[in-house]
């Protein structure tokens, strides 16, 4: 599976951005997806995941209430839409995949996903 995700860039605080990641090279919708971020000298940190038909998603606290993760399987597409940007939202996000992904108990960690699309920077200013 390739992914490739784009959306990011600069954007002032309380702003919004919609990130996408495309998909290729597996059937789409015979995964689950996520997104997962990492801002300098931290550790990657997981954001929201969706099922493999979009019927359940999950959201870390950081993002509940703001953020809004959802796919178009006719697309090979998974979105993240970004409300109420903070400065603390800096970091380049990844969207994700795994073979065996589920949104089971271990969902928010990154060894559950075997792709990574490259990252998109986002910056949110004060």
């Known amino acids: 599976v390739q992914l490739q995700a784009s959306g990011g860039g600069l954007v002032q605080a309380g702003g919004s951005l919609r990130l996408s990641c495309s998909a290729s090279g597996s059937t789409f919708s015979d995964y689950a997806m996520g997104w997962f971020r990492q801002a300098p000298g ?3 940190e997981y954001v929201a995941c969706i099922s493999r038909s979009g019927g359940a998603t999950d959201y870390a606290d950081s993002g509940k209430g703001r953020f809004v993760i959802s796919r178009d399987n ?8 970004k409300n109420g940007l903070t400065p603390e939202d800096t970091a380049i996000y990844y969207c994700a995949t795994g073979e065996m992904f589920r949104l089971g108990p271990d969902k ?10 490259q ?4 910056t949110v200013s004060s």
Do not use: F, H, I, S
């Open 42 to 44: 931290k550790e990657r």
């Open 74 to 81: 006719t697309k090979n597409t998974v979105y993240l839409q």
């Open 108 to 117: 928010d960690k990154p060894l559950e996903y075997d792709y990574w699309g």
């Open 119 to 122: 990252g998109t920077q986002v």
